[in-house]
């Protein structure tokens, strides 16, 4: 099989049984960026199934604190490798949910946090990046947080009024011509959020994947431009997750296949993408 890039992805199941977890070291890791008003730190912790995680973000008097969630998904530094450098999991800010991504890389750990707000908000979601550094002692000397259940407020700020996802509507051609995956997207706009349609390489003719519900995040807890949509695509052998990030008028596509019939390695794919 093909890899447009060399990470793997496993389930926790398999971490706790001949996988080297060294990279996703257990301690706090601290935002580089003290003042920003974003994630500002994430602790890890070892459990008897794997490793935990709980975030912290930034608040006044003092940060919010998440849920404490199992580390579910990992991905590998390669195909057919055993080593671990990232991880997924899902946090609840009281009603507000997060998804975190963290990978390692240079010594740091590189988060991306998608926020997501109760239904009937008049908040956009968004989407916001922290690097954090390793120190089991740096800010000992304030532990307060506050509690799950009331630190909504934290990840709120003011009301900002919904973006509108103009700019991520379109059609979207893939920049490598003889690419195998996905070479063309057609996206919509539906309300605050968009539909996108994918088209696998085939002969003689693409493949379509059908429609799929795309959900839109701004970037930055302040901003009204969307940059970013997730959705999950379903085929005869596979379930795919897309993030598609829009930079430098490029639409840049993730994609993570899980194939179900246990006949091929889950994989990962990042492709690029021009508007026409």
């Known amino acids: 099989m093909e890899w447009s890039s060399s990470v793997d992805r496993s389930e926790m199941a398999a971490a706790v049984d001949g996988v080297d977890l060294s990279a996703l070291s257990v301690g706090r890791w601290h935002n580089t960026h003290r003042t920003l008003a974003s994630l500002a730190r994430v602790d890890l912790s070892a459990t008897a199934g794997g490793l935990a995680a709980r975030l912290f973000w930034m608040g006044d008097p003092v940060p919010a604190a998440s849920d404490t969630a199992a580390v579910t998904h990992i991905y590998m530094d390669a195909p057919d490798s055993r080593r671990a450098i990232a991880f997924a999991t899902r946090h609840r800010f009281g009603p507000v949910i997060c998804d975190l991504q963290a990978n390692m890389t240079q010594g740091l750990m590189v988060a991306a946090a998608f926020m997501r707000f109760p239904e009937g908000s008049s908040r ?106 997730t959705a999950s695509y379903e085929t005869d052998d596979r379930h795919i997750d897309i993030q598609a990030k829009l930079n430098q008028g490029l639409l840049v596509v993730a994609h993570f296949y899980r194939h179900k019939h246990g006949d091929r390695s889950n994989s990962y794919t990042r492709e690029f993408y021009y508007k026409v």
């Open 124 to 229: 956009s979601d968004y989407f916001t990046r922290a690097f954090l550094f390793q120190d089991d002692a740096f800010g000992q000397e304030d532990e307060r947080t506050s509690e799950p259940q009331n630190s909504a407020s934290a990840v709120v700020h003011p009301l900002y009024p919904p973006a509108h996802v103009t700019h991520l509507a379109g059609t979207w051609i893939n920049t490598n011509r003889a690419s195998t995956g996905v070479v063309k997207y057609e996206v919509d706009e539906s309300g605050r959020h968009v539909v996108s349609r994918a088209f696998e390489a085939g002969r003689p003719f693409p493949l379509d994947w059908g429609e799929a519900a795309g959900h839109v995040y701004a970037k930055g807890n302040e901003a009204q431009e969307p940059m970013i949509f």
